[in-house]
T-cell receptor, first 111, second 115 residues
């Protein structure tokens, strides 16, 4: 079955760049997503990338996809304290639009 | 409008109570989902409705009963729950076109505590 892995924790200083990494095992993954979850809240879709793309940039967010290594990363430029949250990587490959989530990376931004 | 709303935001119930969680979207989406999320864990899929019909039930106990009265609404009826059912229950929706991999939009969740 599909497996999506993320590191548990990342700590950065305000103003620095954050890079959150994700690896997946399903080579048929078609869409890859990044969701942000603040404490006690639902999941907010940040961005997504199709598997035929290598990079996608959206304001402070840059998504890089290495399909050969099955590695996805999310770079947040000029990280702010409001970026502190849990970031979930997710992939969708099979019919029925099933999402497979990673375990989430807790990003802590220090002032 | 890319909003999925859920009510109530918080719910405390006893093991003998019957309650319902509600989810609503007005994006014209035809696929709706229920997820359960325990603390510090990713969401786990419970049910998927496609065009108001239950298409996926991920072996969820019968004390959880979903209902999709129309294309905009999704309910989750709760009865005789256990304390281990305490979690954040998330609703999501997507366009519902089965031939595409679709983006799911999530609601804010209902935080449930079973005493």
């Amino acid at each position: 079955g599909e497996d999506v892995e993320q590191s548990l924790f990342l700590s950065v200083r305000e103003g620095d760049s954050s890079v959150i990494n994700c690896t997946y095992t399903d080579s048929s993954s078609t869409y890859l997503y990044w969701y942000k979850q603040e404490p006690g809240a639902g999941l907010q879709l940040l961005t997504y990338i199709f598997s035929n793309m290598d990079m996608k940039q959206d304001q402070r967010l840059t998504v890089l996809l290495n399909k050969k290594d099955k590695h996805l990363s999310l770079r947040i430029a000029d990280t702010q304290t409001g970026d502190s949250a849990i970031y979930f990587c997710a992939e969708s490959a099979d019919a029925g639009n099933m999402l497979t989530f990673g375990g989430g990376t807790r990003l802590m931004v220090k002032p | 409008d890319t909003e999925v709303t859920q009510t109530p935001k918080h719910l405390v119930m006893g093991m003998t109570n019957k309650k319902s969680l509600k989810c609503e979207q007005h994006m014209g989406h035809r696929a709706m989902y229920w997820y359960k999320q325990k603390a510090k864990k990713p969401p786990e899929l419970m049910f998927v409705y496609s065009y108001e019909k239950l298409s996926i039930n991920e072996s969820v106990p019968s004390r959880f009963s979903p209902e999709c009265p129309n294309s905009s609404l999704l309910n989750l009826h709760l009865h005789a729950l256990q304390p281990e059912d305490s979690a954040l229950y998330l609703c999501a929706s997507s366009q519902g076109t089965t031939h595409l991999r679709e983006t799911q939009y999530f609601g804010p969740g209902t935080r449930l505590l079973v005493l």
